[in-house]
């Protein structure tokens, strides 16, 4: 079965670091990785998705990895600002029809 | 444009006590539905998804079942809640003629069992 794992659980970092933040699976069979954003007590928010054969996508200030072989990618953020304090939340999908989470890296951006 | 609504948003209920958690999709046809479980600290666990009318897949033994009498209309229920149901339970849905590969979440119910 599918094991996703982020890296780290938390982060702080002051307003206008760039980050990184890492996510990691077990299977490389992969059809997809999704990276969501999630605010305390709300739904999970699309952020960037990568099929299987693509390397990156990129979306303003975000920019999204992926190296199927080894099982990683990665979201970074370009000039954090306070808006990006959040729970991000990676997932992999096997078949299209199924989606396995990681458990989330909480992101506090310091103005 | 589609959306997807979920209710109640928050939900306190004794143990022992029956649960029914509504999830609807409005603006597509035929998508896909799914029940996530959010604990505390955790990620997100699958619980259920749907690929049609009638057809419920579950991924982990437990306490609920779901339901999709409709194609727009999933349905998490349990006859005996347990302390253990506690968590914040998301609907998802993807497809619907769209892209399968990318799941459109709703804003999730607080369910404290006591």
């Known amino acids: 079965k599918q094991e996703v794992t982020q890296i780290p659980a938390a982060l702080s970092v002051p307003e206008g670091e760039n980050l990184v933040l890492n996510c990691s699976f077990t299977?490389?069979?992969?059809?997809?990785l999704q990276w969501f954003r999630q605010d305390p007590g709300k739904g999970l928010t699309s952020l960037l998705l990568i099929q299987s054969s693509q390397r990156e996508q990129t979306s303003g200030r975000l920019n999204a990895s992926l190296d199927k072989s080894s099982g990683r990618s990665t979201l970074y953020i370009a000039a954090s600002q306070p808006g990006d304090s959040a729970t991000y939340l990676c997932?992999?999908?096997?078949?299209?029809?199924?989606?396995?989470f990681g458990t989330g890296t909480s992101l506090t951006v310091i103005p | 444009s589609q959306t997807i609504h979920q209710w109640p948003a928050t939900l306190v209920q004794p143990v022992g006590s029956p649960l029914s958690l509504e999830c609807t999709v409005e603006?597509?046809?035929?998508?896909?539905l799914y029940w996530y479980r959010q604990a505390a600290g955790r990620g997100l666990q699958l619980l259920f998804y749907s690929v049609g009318i009638g057809q419920i897949s579950s991924e982990v033994p437990q306490n609920l079942s779901a339901s999709r009498p409709q194609d727009r209309q999933f349905i998490l229920s349990s006859k005996k809640l347990l302390l253990s149901d506690s968590g914040f339970y998301l609907c998802a849905w993807s497809g619907g003629g769209g892209r399968r590969d990318i799941q459109y979440f709703g804003a999730g119910t607080r369910l404290s069992v006591l």
């Open positions: 603006g597509t046809s035929n998508p896909n």
């Open positions: 997932a992999v999908s096997n078949t299209g029809n199924q989606f396995y």
């Open positions: 299977d490389s069979a992969i059809y997809n």
